[in-house]
């Protein structure tokens, strides 16, 4: 199989689109190896909460850029391009074919388009930012944001505290928006491949809000409480750090803490899912050229199996 003459598959979607499910059963029929396109199974010891890939999925086909990071430590979009470049020749190389899996949105934008060169990250700002909101609230820093950045303003929500404060941060630390920073250009945009996106989109919105629903359930009869709290119990972890951030486990942290009750935490956890699964549908649908298949579908699965035929050499 000439693997490197292939265009790289991704399969997107936004949260409990079946994704996950829709790639093993590529692997069944080609010979993948998946690189995992999520902000949130990068972190070691968050299984639950992020519907990482059980350890018999993993074993049945290869999955990279999983378990790479400690809940204490960051990961870049600018670091995810780096090694999923370096993941997709690797996995050439072998003769394999490399599948994208996620619903990290910004990942796949900064893979395909290169980044902007943006001011590094500044410890001291981002601490007087969070110090700030605690005091403020979110929404008073994304109106002081609107006040010298309208255009970031614009295209974050008022709630959004990691895009909000990264905007901030960029603005105190070189004066310059950030809109204007994206404005000059991405460096290093060129890359070898061609990218054919298959995207699992809803064609009834509320079943699929009822799926989330009904998946965060699961992850609580899980042990999603427990998982959160033995983050919590660790001692070096915040609500300022990504890892904490992740949608579903933020508010379960805010329980452990005692400022809301266990049922105001789920109900908050499952909205805030809604929330994420609408942006990565905005985005999804911005792109003319992806392929779309409806995972609502009891067909969803054989969908996607046909669509990748037309892309990838015959098993």
């Known amino acids: ?22 790639s093993l059963a590529l692997a069944e029929r080609w010979p993948v190896e998946i690189i995992v396109m999520d902000s949130a199974t990068i972190y070691r010891g968050m299984d639950v909460g992020t519907a990482k890939p059980s350890a018999e999925e993993q074993a049945r086909v290869p999955h990279h850029l999983i378990d790479i990071r400690d809940p204490a430590e960051s990961y870049s979009a600018a670091e995810f391009r780096g090694d999923a470049l370096a993941l997709i020749k690797q996995i050439q190389a072998r003769g394999r074919l490399p599948l994208l899996c996620g619903g990290t949105m910004m990942y796949y934008k900064v893979l395909r388009e290169g980044i902007s060169m943006l001011p590094g990250a500044d410890p ?37 505290s990691q895009r909000l404060q990264r905007a901030i941060e ?24 061609t990218f054919v996106t298959i995207s699992l989109e809803p064609s009834n ?42 949608v579903g486990y933020r508010q379960l942290w805010e329980h452990l803490a005692g400022k809301v009750t266990l049922d105001t935490a789920v109900e908050q956890a499952i ?10 549908l905005t985005w999804l649908r911005s792109d003319p050229d992806r392929l779309v298949v409806d995972c609502l579908s009891s067909h969803a699965e054989e969908q996607v199996i046909d669509l990748a035929r037309a892309v990838w050499p015959a098993p």
């Open 170 to 193: 960029i603005f105190r630390s070189s004066g310059i928006p950030m809109s204007e920073w994206l404005a000059r250009g991405r460096a290093n945009a060129e890359t070898p491949h």
């Open 1 to 22: 199989m000439k693997a490197m003459s292939s265009p790289v598959l991704c399969l997107a979607g936004p949260t409990a689109s079946g994704k996950s499910a829709a």
């Open 205 to 246: 919105r509320l079943q699929l809000h009822a799926r989330i629903a009904a998946r965060y359930q699961t992850m609580l009869e899980m042990g999603l409480l427990e998982e959160v709290r033995r983050l919590y119990s660790r001692g070096d972890l915040h609500t300022g750090l990504p890892s904490v951030r992740c």
């Open 124 to 160: 001291a700002i981002r601490a007087a930012i969070d110090q700030e909101a605690r005091i403020r609230g979110w929404p008073a820093l994304h109106a002081e944001l609107a006040s010298y950045d309208p255009a970031t303003a614009a295209r974050l929500a008022p709630n959004d």
């Open 271 to 280: 909205a805030a899912t809604r929330q994420l699964a609408k942006r990565q």
